[in-house]
């Protein structure tokens, strides 16, 4: 049977960790067995790269040090590698419990739990229970999205990715060329803000209309990158949650409650029905559309037309 | 609270955990099972498989000495314990998880301010042992979304064991409904919710806090029964089989159907639509999708839901005839003034 790939992995990292000098790749291949079960030489070299990306991946940092004789020798440094002194009471101990369980996403989740395990080594506080320290609160971070995980390393990284995009109200999807700068989950969903290089434009985009595979491109980015990105603004003001006008609609008693919540003043006709003034930004005539016959818009026009040409549409159905 | 559901064993985790665990047992001599499988987040047969590993590894190099760690099950015991790892350094991944998490956690409302003061002080704590690996973390981040002044009553509900009375609006039939919940637990996933044993329904429901028009913690006790909890993690609509099916079609512009509707199926259409089945318990609550659709799209079954939103619609437009303005024929936006 193979040797299980965390074992060899384990091996490696002991080994680099424990020497003094560095060790050439002959004398790791001789002294760890699934190097030496690898076979042909080409396996064996392919396998070894993997590990070591797979162990720097992990945060190992693997020094590559030549030596006289022109033959390169790897080492793990004690000191480089070492978790600098931190010390957290059992209440910081306890939020961070809570911290690393919200992930959704398998990487990250991993990782939350990994960074944890490092600071447990290290001598964090045990013997809480985070849903006893924190009452009832349960919070998740969902990660539904296939392209999270690739435009997350691109931006770790800063690589420029190349990606299908079908925009809200677009019928075909059309590619896109990215510097990903930042990530940013709202209400649920996640967004990705960065530089459109044919639009030669700042863009945010939503990751559950990128369709296909994320690809990453070769070479730099070409715009620099802002200390701020603003992800919500942009995203609130699709929502149409800036509100730059005012509409005041007519709404039948005991009805129509999140238009209650947001007006900004409800006056009482007496004849069942209310007046409303609700300011909003766009997109209200969908949503007024949904209360049917309980909404009638007064003004301003636009807003009227428009919600009575919806309703057109589905009388018409 | 039970242990998080088993991932598939991944190596690089599994890598990344027994380096931890060595350093870990190195200063704890006879540790129970139990109590390590709990430190590490990990199953108990999670951990015996990391134990059955690490005999198998050492630093092979100067000499085949593997490390000799053993369990009976209960205790873990190292009979030649050496400092092969101390704690390593956080590694650009594991910051950014961990204080992308932190950071959300802290914006929360409701957070208990005593446990929001922790947070961001161990927040620090890791940002700076993590040194420059934590500068990667800036590129994610999280906002939650709840109700912060019905979330510190819920919370508090909680922890009191009481019950709430709420008045709450369900958008699927436009109508506010007064009752009286006994809350089990807040579940943040984008949007805030309460889970609680609902005493007017006799069920098990799910309230969004920002749909609670307003909320009072009564005297009595919250008593829900023993009810097993889901795992929410799929989201938190899961209709069930039995439930009637309906079939939208859309066009370009209502694609969005398919990312806020839990769904059966999404099959393209030419000119890019989609033909979208979904199941709902209660299919006379999306009139309001087929309305706020427009001509973006159409119910295609059950008809009487297309009937009903049709009727809807006429009903609506009724009211306009009354109105200075508008006109049988074409729609003309400039005669429409108020």
Same mark, same amino acid.
Not at chain 2, 169 to 177: A, G, H, I, M
């Given at each position: 049977?193979?040797?299980?790939?965390?074992?060899?992995?384990?091996?490696?990292?002991?080994?680099?960790?424990?020497?003094?000098?560095?060790?050439?790749?002959?004398?790791?291949?001789?002294?760890?067995?699934?190097?030496?079960?690898?076979?042909?030489?080409?396996?064996?070299?392919?396998?070894?790269?993997?590990?070591?990306?797979?162990?720097?991946?992990?945060?190992?940092?693997?020094?590559?040090?030549?030596?006289?004789?022109?033959?390169?020798?790897?080492?793990?440094?004690?000191?480089?590698?070492?978790?600098?002194?931190?010390?957290?009471?059992? =209440?910081?101990?306890?939020?961070?419990?809570?911290?690393?369980?919200?992930?959704?996403?398998? %990487?990250?989740?991993?990782?939350?739990?990994?960074?944890?395990?490092?600071?447990?080594?290290?001598?964090?506080?045990?013997?809480?229970?985070?849903?006893?320290?924190?009452?009832?609160?349960?919070?998740?971070?969902?990660?539904?999205?296939?392209?999270?995980?690739?435009?997350?390393?691109?931006?770790?990284?800063?690589?420029?990715?190349?990606?299908?995009?079908?925009?809200?109200?677009?019928?075909?999807?059309?590619?896109?060329?990215?510097?990903?700068?930042?990530?940013?989950?709202?209400?649920?969903?996640?967004?990705?803000?960065?530089?459109?290089?044919?639009?030669?434009?700042?863009?945010?985009?939503?990751?559950?209309?990128?369709?296909?595979?994320?690809?990453?491109?070769?070479?730099?980015?070409?715009?620099?990158?802002?200390?701020?990105?603003?992800?919500?603004?942009?995203?609130?003001?699709?929502?149409?949650?800036?509100?730059?006008?005012?509409?005041?609609?007519?709404?039948?008693?005991?009805?129509?409650?999140?238009?209650?919540?947001?007006?900004?003043?409800?006056?009482?006709?007496?004849?069942?029905?209310?007046?409303?003034?609700?300011?909003?930004?766009?997109?209200?005539?969908?949503?007024?559309?949904?209360?049917?016959?309980?909404?009638?818009?007064?003004?301003?026009?636009?807003?009227?037309?428009?919600?009575?040409?919806?309703?057109?549409?589905?009388?018409?159905? | 609270?039970?242990?998080?559901?088993?991932?598939?064993?991944?190596?690089?985790?599994?890598?990344?955990?027994?380096?931890?665990?060595?350093?870990?047992?190195? =200063?704890?001599?006879?540790?129970?099972?139990?109590?390590?499988?709990?430190?590490?987040?990990?199953?108990?047969?999670?951990?015996?498989?990391?134990?059955?590993?690490?005999?198998?590894?050492?630093?092979?190099?100067?000499?085949?000495?593997?490390?000799?760690?053993?369990?009976?099950?209960?205790?873990?015991?190292?009979?030649?314990?050496?400092?092969?790892?101390?704690?390593?350094?956080?590694?650009?991944?594991?910051?950014?998880?961990?204080?992308?998490?932190?950071?959300?956690?802290?914006?929360?409302?409701?957070?208990? =301010?005593?446990?929001?003061?922790?947070?961001?002080?161990?927040?620090?704590?890791?940002?700076?042992?993590?040194?420059?690996?934590?500068?990667?973390?800036?590129?994610?981040?999280?906002?939650?979304?709840?109700?912060?002044?019905?979330?510190?009553?819920?919370?508090?509900?909680?922890?009191?064991?009481?019950?709430?009375?709420?008045?709450?609006?369900?958008?699927?039939?436009?109508?506010?409904?007064?009752?009286?919940?006994?809350?089990?637990?807040?579940?943040?996933?984008?949007?805030?919710?309460?889970?609680?044993?609902?005493?007017?329904?006799?069920?098990?429901?799910?309230?969004?806090?920002?749909?609670?028009?307003?909320?009072?913690?009564?005297?009595?006790?919250?008593?829900?029964?023993?009810?097993?909890?889901?795992?929410?993690?799929?989201?938190?609509?899961?209709?069930?089989?039995?439930?009637?099916?309906?079939?939208?079609?859309?066009?370009?512009?209502?694609?969005?159907?398919?990312?806020?509707?839990?769904?059966?199926?999404?099959?393209?259409?030419?000119?890019?639509?989609?033909?979208?089945?979904?199941?709902?318990?209660?299919?006379?609550?999306?009139? %309001?999708?087929?309305?706020?659709?427009?001509?973006?799209?159409?119910?295609?079954?059950?008809?009487?839901?297309?009937?009903?939103?049709?009727?809807?619609?006429?009903?609506?437009?009724?009211?306009?005839?009354?109105?200075?303005?508008?006109?049988?024929?074409?729609?003309?936006?400039?005669?429409?003034?108020?």
């Amino acid at each position: 049977m193979a040797i299980a790939k965390a074992e060899r992995l384990m091996n490696l990292a002991l080994c680099l960790l424990g020497t003094r000098r560095p060790l050439s790749k002959r004398e790791l291949r001789e002294s760890i067995e699934a190097y030496l079960e690898a076979g042909s030489d080409d396996s064996f070299n392919r396998m070894f790269e993997r590990d070591k990306d797979d162990l720097r991946e992990l945060g190992l940092v693997i020094e590559t040090v030549e030596n006289l004789d022109g033959e390169v020798g790897y080492l793990a440094r004690r000191d480089s590698n070492r978790l600098p002194p931190v010390t957290l009471d059992a =209440e910081e101990a306890a939020a961070l419990g809570l911290a690393a369980k919200v992930w959704q996403q398998a %990487r990250l989740a991993g990782a939350a739990s990994g960074a944890l395990q490092k600071l447990r080594a290290a001598g964090l506080p045990e013997d809480f229970d985070p849903y006893e320290a924190h009452g009832a609160l349960e919070p998740h971070i969902p990660v539904h999205e296939a392209a999270f995980e690739p435009l997350m390393l691109a931006c770790r990284d800063r690589r420029p990715v190349v990606f299908d995009y079908r925009k809200a109200t677009a019928a075909h999807p059309e590619t896109r060329q990215v510097e990903p700068w930042a990530l940013e989950c709202w209400r649920g969903h996640w967004y990705l803000a960065g530089w459109d290089r044919d639009r030669g434009a700042e863009r945010v985009f939503r990751l559950s209309r990128i369709t296909g595979r994320v690809r990453s491109r070769a070479g730099r980015y070409t715009a620099e990158v802002p200390d701020v990105v603003t992800v919500r603004e942009t995203v609130a003001s699709w929502a149409g949650e800036i509100a730059d006008r005012s509409a005041l609609i007519r709404l039948r008693t005991g009805s129509g409650y999140p238009l209650r919540a947001k007006a900004v003043s409800v006056r009482e006709l007496g004849d069942g029905w209310d007046e409303l003034e609700i300011p909003y930004g766009h997109g209200l005539d969908a949503w007024l559309v949904e209360f049917g016959p309980d909404v009638v818009v007064l003004g301003p026009a636009e807003l009227r037309a428009d919600v009575v040409d919806r309703l057109r549409a589905v009388a018409k159905g | 609270m039970a242990g998080k559901p088993a991932r598939p064993t991944n190596a690089i985790d599994q890598t990344r955990r027994m380096l931890s665990l060595v350093t870990y047992l190195r =200063e704890r001599p006879g540790a129970h099972v139990g109590d390590v499988a709990r430190a590490f987040g990990i199953t108990e047969d999670e951990l015996i498989a990391d134990l059955d590993v690490l005999p198998l590894c050492g630093t092979s190099f100067r000499g085949g000495d593997l490390l000799d760690i053993d369990t009976d099950g209960d205790r873990i015991w190292w009979h030649n314990p050496d400092d092969v790892a101390e704690p390593l350094r956080i590694a650009a991944d594991e910051a950014t998880a961990l204080l992308v998490a932190a950071r959300a956690v802290s914006t929360l409302p409701g957070l208990r =301010e005593g446990d929001r003061q922790a947070l961001l002080r161990a927040t620090a704590k890791v940002e700076a042992a993590s040194g420059e690996a934590a500068g990667a973390s800036s590129r994610l981040s999280v906002t939650f979304e709840s109700e912060g002044g019905v979330f510190a009553d819920v919370d508090r509900a909680i922890s009191e064991r009481r019950r709430l009375w709420i008045r709450y609006y369900s958008p699927s039939r436009d109508e506010l409904t007064e009752r009286e919940i006994d809350p089990i637990r807040l579940v943040s996933v984008g949007h805030t919710y309460v889970e609680a044993w609902c005493r007017r329904s006799e069920a098990r429901r799910t309230f969004r806090l920002d749909r609670v028009a307003e909320i009072r913690i009564l005297d009595e006790p919250s008593a829900p029964p023993e009810i097993e909890l889901r795992d929410l993690s799929e989201g938190l609509v899961q209709p069930a089989a039995e439930d009637p099916e309906v079939v939208v079609e859309v066009g370009p512009g209502g694609r969005w159907v398919a990312e806020y509707y839990p769904h059966d199926s999404a099959d393209e259409l030419p000119e890019g639509g989609l033909r979208i089945t979904l199941r709902t318990p209660d299919p006379a609550s999306l009139r %309001r999708l087929a309305l706020r659709l427009g001509r973006d799209g159409r119910i295609v079954s059950p008809p009487e839901l297309a009937d009903s939103a049709r009727e809807a619609a006429r009903e609506a437009l009724a009211a306009y005839d009354g109105l200075e303005g508008d006109q049988d024929g074409p729609y003309d936006r400039q005669e429409q003034g108020l």
